[in-house]
């Protein structure tokens, strides 16, 4: 798509299902995102023209809930192991979380 001068948004899919804890999220998210960059340097996609659109890390969605900080600390942890520098953007999905959670 960037031939055609538009912007790739990269949207790996991590489905929550499960009752898995935070920890092991942490490390299926940078299996998957380690995997992901691979495949797009593999078809030489250039990073600086395209948007990441992650999952944030958290307990699968029959196990307990984290807080929000342990949440954020996951999630930035995993983003800073496997996202390369070049990546301009990271965007999440507004409705990844109920609307009493975003407060």
Request: glycine share 6%; charged share 20%; with cysteine.
């Amino acid at each position: 798509c960037q031939s055609e001068r538009l912007v790739p948004i990269v949207e790996p899919e991590i489905v929550p299902n499960g009752s898995h804890d935070i920890a092991y999220c942490a490390k299926m998210t940078e299996k998957v995102l380690a995997a992901q960059f691979e495949a797009l340097a593999l078809h030489n996609v250039y990073l600086e023209g395209a948007v990441l659109k992650p999952n944030m890390v958290k307990n699968g969605l029959t196990g307990p809930k984290a807080d929000h900080e342990t949440v954020a600390t996951y999630t930035v942890q995993a983003l800073l192991r496997t996202v390369p520098p070049a990546m301009p953007g990271i965007f999440f999905l507004s409705g990844e979380t109920a609307l009493d959670e975003d407060n």
